[in-house]
Structures are given as structure tokens and as C-alpha cells.
């Protein structure tokens, strides 16, 4: 029987995958010199060119190797910050993962093969070619395969074993593209702001002034739209607003422009409705209307949703995630794809939450007819489905956050395998002197999917008494009313997600982490506005963060196209390309190169008219 | 007397009168033809001539071009009369826009709009871009935004979806006598928007209500001939952010003491 290595991402991946695939009977190994990472030993039959083998199931602890710079530049003073776009750099195992290395040189030694369990995405691949690396080295001519998993749902991974595929370099290489202009760029960065700006202020003495790509423009969309709330002015606007009674009902009818800025220009409109005496109805269109259920959810969805109605920040939310699908409840939690695979059988899935006290009678009634095929998105990342629940588990089993974001996902689910909601609505417009109104009616016949999924409102309005096409009538009030614009809110997370997400700055996997970026380094800090079940949390930038951004604004300011850090297009650009990479149209030394010209410019600028930043953290800070 | 230039010129004078309603003084379309002597030695058409004189026209001062001897194409004096409820303004009046601006939208969104093109960016949904990689899409966005009649309010929109005005618009408009009037785009016309239509640019009016001392426009009576004042538009362009900016601040003080 020939020996095979498997290694999964995680501990818990690597256990989950062992049980499965042992049937429950396998023998655990420590690994000499790191407490969390085992060896799972077993036989499994993985069919094909394989048959029964002698399999060791072990995982690392995410990455293995750090990139870093030669011995002579690490040290702060020890080079102009500028010299780290070219200093040479080198990849090492990290000093705490040289156990799990040598754990993996030795296992390859005696095997066949290794087997790839990482997750299925970029970081994944990277993962994978760095445990290739390590079992080459103790065993050069070891066959290298990956397992394509999404979940840790029993027959998904035996599926997964006996379906191996390559290991997908592309999409290595970007991530090794990204690592090195992460460094290079944030190091050389961080270390110029730091060592000019903290002797300024001795509000940055034990601080350090970090500068990441991705950081950096999260930060620019907080601070730009406190300086909106900041700088608003409130102006009145006037408005009309016609009243019928009729059948005892009073029918409000909305003009048509909502609201003008011009009190005069407004007040000659109503002499205008006013000196025509009659209004006359020009539509009554009644028809049937439905809200649609949502769509299957991505992670982007997940965080934002989650935010908003489970009151928890999307790093906590994508950490609670991540150990329900390490548990094995729901499927990966990092993926772009809003539509389902033909393949995946959902009613299946449907089925498994009967046992459910809340919402099993809700499966079981799909399942005896209510059940819709969801409807599909327009994305797809080719690797995850989107995120659903893999069985049911009891909410006794499961934390207070686990059991809501897992509530969360089943509800959606659920909601995605239903009948839309279906309504009847009633629009009115008619004509009063040369101004249009119009009056809206809604009555919801079904509620469907709203019965599950307890997130979206959708409400029946006032009923509209009777009225004919032609018809006209005397209004029995039109007046003027007036109003006051309201500065926007401070930015919340679920807009700082979607704003991010708009601009491609970081990935769904990442935006959580630049998210609590900011605010570890102070640059943003969180405000609850409101209280009980309204209260919003919202971002407000500190002071440094201010500082930051508007001294880069004017680093930059008057330079052709724009070019200022604090805004998203460079990191756009840059996330392009690694996209290209991942597509096989751009090599990773070309990206990486080019990428470097390009930041090395900016660096230079920003060397030069340091004043400009120096001048902003003077402005905002004591000195 | 009846040489052939002054021939001509009557010619023309009578061309742009009924072509496009502008009845242009003896003295500037006899001008002009003398100082076209280089094209009536070539021989150039009188249509293509005309054609000319329509565009010198277009981006003269009305003031100096056209005739204020019939009080049919002039404004009634008393025009801004608010005391008049409604009266009709028969025309064919030409007038020439002296400042336009959209009351569809707050001054401070007006003012934030400008600011993200100094900048160069505009604003597509959530998306913030580069301006320069928009390009057609401006177009689209604004008939698209134009039809959504104002949009849902302040708190709603954060950011015009293109550098163009929604309306309604307000425009001071000005007849060959100097005159002035206000003028309220009280149905959409096409071209009326703070990027499309230039300070100086030239409107004909006919058949049009008057309410309030308003003259109140719609398409069917409103022609839009165009052209602009080249060294008005300039002033006012550069003019706008500030002037905008001071309206804020009066309406600031006004809000404080009242």
C-alpha cells in the first residue's frame, strides 16, 4: 500500500477531513514542537490510479513562509526608506512555523504523493504551493495533487478525495505579486511617514504611522464623508402637496418633483393648480407586483446584511462564519458567487432543517410544494458556492453570535428557495394646472419568502378608494409645505463594505481585516449613534486620520490624473492586475515591476513635499 | 443705392427674420457684409453666407445685432410685474441667457458636484472613478437621471450620477433693448441644463405665459438657436463655485437671524 500525504490549511479542516475519510477511526500524532498542528493516521481508498493507501492527514497554520527583507535592511535606520523598492528580498519559514515545516519535510519522505487540502481560494493556492515546496525538499520526486472542497459535508469530501485536480500556480503567483508589493510599498511607506511625522507630535511617540494600499483608501472614504457631514449647510426647500377626501379616506397625493429650492418658482406652480380648479386623473394602473426574494449570499452580502441586522462588525462576523463552517455547519464562507450549481441538490439541503423549532415547519412546507429553484446572480468566482447551511445543528451547540450569523444563513437560504412575495399595487397620477401628483397603494396577497426571512419589510399601505381614467375632481386641499436638507450620516461599516467593494479595494476575503486595520492604528474610531434596537455604529475618522488623508491630498494636489494614496484608484489598478495574473495574461514579474515604477514615482513626490504632510499633522495634533 | 451688397445684405436680413425669427439691425448685417469681401469675391453662396452671419450672430450681444424697433420681438418693460397674475407673451421674442441655474438641486450638491470634477472624479452609483474613464456614459446618466423628476430627496443621493442638472431650471434672460426678464423651465426642454447651455446662448420665445412677472417654458414655446457670449460665459463659469458658495453663506446668516 503506498503512503499519502494530506494537508489541510487548518487543524480543525485537517480533523474534520481525517474523520470523514477514516469513518471515524483514526490515530492522532503529536507534532513534535507545535501544540495545535496533528497527525491524523488512517487507510482510505481514494479509487483510481491511487486505490487503498496509507494516508497521514496533518494542516498547517495558514501560511508558512514570510517574505522579508536581506538581514542589512531590516532595521529602520539602517537604509533611506526608498531603497526598499529594490532591496533584495527572500522568502523564510516563519520562525514560529519551522516545527510544522519539518513536520511536512518528514511525512514526504515516506510518501507517494501529497495531497493539497487547502481552502479553495487565492490565499489557498498560495498555501498550497508553499507545502508543495517544503515535501519537494524532503522528497523530490513526491506527486502533488489538490482537493477542490467548499464544505466539510461528509460526502462533499469524499466527492473531493476521489476527485483530485492540479494546484492552480496562476493564482499563486498573484498572491506572491501581492505579498512582495505589500511590502515593499507598505514598508517604504510606513517607514518614511513614521520617522518624519512622529517627531511632531507627541501624540505619536509610541505609534507607528502605517501606510498599506488597501488601508489607506478605507481610511479616505471615512474621512471623505466626515468632511461631508462635517462641511454641510442646511437650505430650505418648498414642495406641494395635494389633499382628496374621499370615501373616508384621505388620499395625499406627492408632486411629482418632490421638492424645488425656489420659494418663489414654487408658489406660481400652485397658483397654477389653483387657478385650474380641477385635477384630472391620467393613470390608475393597477397592477400585480411582487418583492423578489434575495439572492443566494456572497460574502460581501454576508458582512454587509450582517452588520446592519445583526448588530456585529464584519470582522467578527466573518470570524464567527469561518468556525461554522470549520464545525462543518455551513459551507466556506469566502466566496464572490451569488448563484447555485445545478449540481448542488437543494431540497436536500432544505430537508436537513426540519428538525428546526423556528423554521422547520417553513423547510417542510417548501419541500410539499413551496419550493422555487433560486434565482442567479451574475457572479461567479468559479471556486465556492454560495454560502449555505450544510446540515442543521441545535442552537444549544452553538454560541450566542454563532447561532445568529447561523440563523442568518439558514433564513437566507431558506428565503432563496422560496416564492417571491406577491402584492397588488395601485398608482394614481393626475394632472393639476401644468404640476403632476401621484398617489400610491399596496396590498401584499403573499408574504412567502418574508415569512422567513425576517430581515426585509415589506408592508401593505392605506388603501386607495375608487377612481376612473378621465375623471376630475376638485382637490380638497393644495398647499405649500416646506423642509430643511439633512447633512448625510457618518459612514457605517455595511457602506464601507459596499464602498469597498464598488472600488475593488481589497477582496471579500480581506475587507474585514482593513476595516479593524484602521481602527487599531487609530486612524478611525466607532461612534453609536441612536440607542436600543435603532442604535447605528458609525466611523469617524481621528484626528491623525484626518491629518493623513488631507496631507496626501495635498502631497498630490495639482499632479496630472490624481494620483492621491487616500484614493481608491491606484489600489484598483493594482487589483486588475493581479486578476490578469490569475487569468494567465500578465506574468507575475511584469505586474510586480510595473506596479513598483509606479508606486516608486508617487514615493518619490510624497519624499519631496513632505512639508505638505508634516503641515497637517501640525495643523491636527499637539506638538 | 440698392448696390449689390446692400441687396445682399437685405437678402440675408430677411432670411434670418423668417428662418429664425431674429430680426437683425440694417447696421450689423451690413457690416458683416462688408467685411466679408474676401467671400464675395469667391463667389460664396448667400446660403452659406447666411449661415455664417446666423453663427456670428449666435455668439454676439443682441444688444448690438438686432433691431428694437417693433415691440412685438422686444419684452413688455414691466414684464417682472408680480402683480400680474398671468399674462401672454406673444412674440417671437429672441432673448439671450444671461445665468441659468437648476432649483431641482440644492446649492450644496451643486457645489459638491463641482468640487468632485476639480478633482477629477465623478461618481457612478457607489463607484467613485476617474472622470476621464467615464466618457459616454455622462450622457446616459443624465437623460436617465432627468427622467427620475428629482430624485428622493438629500439624504438619498449621495451624488448627482453625472456632472449634469437635474431641473427644473431658473434662467435670467435678456431681449435686443436690454430688458430682463425670469424665466422658469416649467416643463423639461431639451438643452436647458447648467453643462449644455451657455451664458449668452440665444432662445426664441413665442406664445408664452407669464405668471408672476415668470415667463414660463416649454418645448412648444421655446426655440433654442444656441451660441454663447464667449467672454460672459467665461466670467460666469469661473464665477460659479464662488458664487454659489456665497448664496450658502447668505442663506446661512438669513437662517440665524430669522
Keep these: ?623 | 443705392m440698392t448696390s449689390p451688397q446692400s441687396q445682399m445684405a437685405a437678402q440675408m436680413a430677411a432670411q434670418l427674420q423668417s428662418t429664425r425669427s431674429l430680426p437683425v439691425s440694417p447696421a450689423w448685417v451690413n457690416s458683416f457684409v462688408s467685411s466679408s469681401t474676401t467671400a464675395l469675391q469667391r463667389n460664396v453662396p448667400i446660403s452659406a453666407l447666411t449661415q455664417t452671419a446666423l453663427f456670428r450672430l449666435l455668439a454676439s450681444d443682441l444688444r448690438d445685432s438686432l433691431q428694437t424697433n417693433n415691440p412685438a420681438t422686444l419684452l413688455p418693460v414691466d414684464i417682472f410685474d408680480p402683480t400680474v397674475q398671468e399674462r401672454r407673451l406673444q412674440g417671437p421674442v429672441p432673448v439671450q441667457v444671461l445665468d441659468i441655474e437648476d432649483i431641482g438641486t440644492s446649492l450644496w450638491s451643486q457645489l459638491e458636484a463641482i468640487e468632485r470634477v476639480e478633482r477629477g472624479e465623478a461618481v457612478r452609483g457607489r463607484e467613485i472613478v476617474r472622470a476621464v474613464n467615464v466618457g459616454d456614459d455622462e450622457e446616459e446618466g443624465a437623460a436617465g437621471g432627468g427622467g427620475g423628476g428629482g430624485g428622493g430627496g438629500e439624504r438619498s443621493r449621495i451624488g448627482p450620477a453625472a456632472n449634469d442638472s437635474h431641473g427644473p431650471h431658473r434662467l435670467i434672460v435678456q431681449d435686443a433693448a436690454g430688458t430682463r426678464a425670469v424665466a422658469l423651465e416649467l416643463k423639461s426642454v431639451q438643452g436647458i441644463s447648467t453643462a449644455k447651455l451657455s451664458i449668452g446662448a440665444k432662445l426664441v420665445i413665442r406664445n408664452a405665459t407669464v405668471a408672476r412677472g415668470m415667463i414660463l417654458l416649454s418645448p412648444d414655446c421655446v426655440t433654442l438657436l444656441g451660441g454663447k457670449i464667449e467672454n460672459m460665459d467665461q466670467k460666469w463659469k469661473e464665477g460659479r463655485k464662488a458664487r454659489l458658495l456665497a448664496r450658502i453663506t447668505e442663506l446661512q446668516g438669513e437662517g440665524q437671524s430669522g
Aim: hydrophobic share 40%; charged share 25%; proline share 4%.
Design chain 1, 1 to 623: 500500500m503506498s503512503r499519502i500525504l494530506c494537508v489541510a490549511e487548518k487543524p480543525a479542516i485537517a480533523k474534520a477531513v481525517a474523520q470523514h475519510l477514516s469513518g471515524g477511526s483514526f490515530q492522532t500524532a503529536n507534532v513534535t514542537g507545535n501544540r495545535y498542528v496533528k497527525n491524523y493516521q488512517f487507510d482510505f481508498n481514494f479509487g483510481g490510479p491511487w486505490g487503498h493507501c496509507h494516508v497521514t492527514m496533518t494542516s498547517v497554520l495558514g501560511h508558512l513562509t514570510e517574505l522579508e527583507f536581506a538581514r542589512e535592511y531590516k532595521s529602520w535606520l539602517s537604509c533611506p526608506p526608498g531603497a526598499l523598492f529594490e532591496a533584495p528580498v527572500h522568502e523564510a519559514v516563519s520562525s514560529d512555523k519551522t516545527a510544522i515545516a519539518r513536520n511536512i519535510q518528514q511525512q514526504a519522505r515516506q510518501s507517494k504523493a501529497l495531497f493539497i487540502w487547502t481552502d479553495c481560494d487565492r490565499e489557498g493556492e498560495h498555501i498550497g504551493t508553499e507545502i508543495r515546496k517544503q515535501a519537494q525538499e524532503g522528497n523530490a520526486r513526491i506527486l502533488v495533487k489538490r482537493a477542490r472542497f467548499s464544505n466539510t459535508e461528509r460526502a462533499h469530501v469524499l466527492n473531493a478525495a476521489r476527485s483530485l485536480i492540479e494546484l492552480d500556480d496562476l493564482q499563486a503567483n498573484a498572491v506572491a505579486a501581492r505579498i512582495e508589493l505589500d511590502l515593499r510599498i507598505g514598508a517604504a511607506f510606513t517607514r518614511l511617514l513614521t520617522l518624519q511625522l512622529k517627531p511632531l507630535s507627541s501624540a505619536l511617540e509610541d505609534t507607528i504611522v502605517s501606510y498599506g494600499s488597501c488601508q489607506f483608501p478605507t481610511l479616505g472614504f471615512v474621512v471623505d464623508r466626515y468632511l461631508r457631514v462635517k462641511n454641510f449647510k442646511p437650505e430650505t426647500f418648498w414642495g406641494i402637496k395635494v389633499l382628496l377626501l374621499r370615501e373616508g379616506i384621505k388620499v395625499n397625493f406627492l408632486w411629482k418633483r418632490v421638492h424645488l429650492f425656489d420659494r418663489a418658482a414654487v408658489t406660481v406652480m400652485l397658483e397654477r393648480c389653483l387657478l385650474a380648479k380641477t385635477a384630472k386623473v391620467t393613470k390608475v394602473n393597477q397592477k400585480p407586483t411582487s418583492k423578489w426574494r434575495p439572492l443566494p449570499l456572497t460574502t460581501v452580502d454576508l458582512q454587509m446584511m450582517g452588520s446592519r441586522f445583526l448588530r456585529m462588525d464584519s470582522q467578527t462576523i466573518m470570524k464567527v462564519a469561518e468556525a461554522l463552517y470549520t464545525k462543518g455547519f455551513i459551507s466556506y464562507p469566502r466566496t464572490e458567487t451569488d448563484q447555485f450549481d445545478k449540481a448542488i441538490d437543494l431540497k436536500k439541503l432544505v430537508e436537513k432543517q426540519f428538525p428546526d423549532q423556528n423554521w422547520g415547519q417553513y423547510a417542510r412546507d417548501l419541500l410539499d410544494g413551496g419550493f422555487r429553484t433560486p434565482r442567479a446572480g451574475r457572479h461567479n468566482d468559479q471556486a465556492h458556492p454560495p454560502i449555505h447551511p450544510v446540515c442543521w445543528v441545535s442552537p444549544a451547540a452553538l454560541s450566542a453570535d454563532e447561532k445568529k450569523v447561523y440563523e442568518f444563513v439558514v433564513r437566507r437560504f431558506l428565503a432563496c428557495c422560496s416564492e417571491d412575495a406577491k402584492g397588488q399595487s395601485t398608482e394614481i397620477e393626475i394632472e393639476y394646472g401644468d404640476e403632476v401628483f401621484h398617489a400610491k397603494g399596496l396590498l401584499v396577497l403573499e408574504r412567502n419568502y418574508l415569512d422567513v426571512y425576517v430581515y426585509d419589510k415589506w408592508e401593505s399601505s392605506q388603501q386607495l378608494p375608487k377612481f376612473q381614467l378621465g375623471e376630475s375632481f376638485v382637490p380638497t386641499e393644495a398647499k405649500i409645505f416646506d423642509g430643511e436638507t439633512t447633512a448625510p450620516n457618518y459612514l457605517t461599516e455595511p457602506e464601507l463594505i459596499a464602498l469597498m467593494d464598488a472600488n475593488g479595494i481589497g477582496t471579500d476575503a480581506t475587507m474585514a481585516e482593513h476595516i479593524a486595520k484602521i481602527k487599531d492604528r487609530h486612524y478611525v474610531a466607532v461612534n453609536t449613534r441612536g440607542g436600543g434596537r435603532t442604535a447605528v455604529k458609525e466611523l469617524i475618522p481621528t484626528q491623525l486620520g484626518i491629518a493623513l488623508v488631507e496631507g496626501y491630498d495635498n502631497v498630490f494636489a495639482g499632479m496630472p490624473n490624481n494620483p492621491s494614496l487616500s484614493k481608491p484608484f491606484l489600489r484598483k489598478e493594482m487589483e486588475t492586475r493581479m486578476r490578469e495574473i490569475c487569468a494567465g495574461s500578465r506574468v507575475r514579474q511584469e505586474v510586480v515591476q510595473e506596479s513598483l515604477d509606479m508606486y516608486r514615482e508617487y514615493f518619490v513626490h510624497t519624499n519631496r513635499r513632505i512639508n505638505a504632510l508634516k503641515d497637517a499633522i501640525r495643523k491636527y495634533l499637539p506638538n
